[in-house]
């Protein structure tokens, strides 16, 4: 004899009592007129299961629109960064902006650029050097 008499089965639903309640559940909220609230929760699921691909698609269309490769206008190394970024070449520091065209020279507002041109024929007296000053003046006040 059993000890606890013979009344005693069990029934094993290893794995399967959880979606037997969800199923019954969901039999039950449907048998009421709740429908509507499973057919949301599958929509749901579904647009959770959907949003990172569309998110992972969209992402990878705008890195593509906004990615700039180009060479650096100074030294012509290659370098790449996204639209409208500033960045220092790592070969000769200059600082760049890069644009969709390709990456520009980026001068903080006041400076003015100055190209160099020798204007020394090729005498013998040319060997004197010749001193210039510049002298940086603060933008001027438009208000008159």
């Given at each position: 004899m059993y000890p606890q008499g013979s009344n005693n089965y069990q029934l094993n639903f290893s794995g399967w009592g959880c979606w037997l309640t969800v199923i019954g559940i969901a039999w039950l909220l449907g048998a009421v007129g709740l429908g509507w609230l499973i057919k949301?929760?599958?929509v749901l699921f579904g647009l959770?299961?959907?949003a990172p691909v569309i998110a992972f698609i969209g992402f990878r269309w705008w890195?593509?629109?906004?990615?700039?490769e180009s060479p650096c206008p100074v030294c012509q190394t290659p370098l790449t960064s996204l639209n409208q970024a500033?960045?220092?070449c790592p070969n000769?520091?200059?600082p760049l902006k890069a644009t969709l065209k390709?990456?520009?020279?980026?001068?903080?507002d006041g400076t003015v650029e100055v190209n160099a041109v020798d204007i020394?024929?090729?005498r013998e007296d040319a060997s004197e050097a010749v001193n210039v000053e510049v002298e940086v003046l603060p933008p001027a006040?438009?208000?008159?």
């Open positions: 949301s929760l599958v959770l299961l959907i890195f593509t629109r906004n990615l700039v500033k960045i220092t000769c520091q200059t390709g990456f520009e020279r980026f001068v903080p020394t024929d090729n006040d438009d208000g008159r």
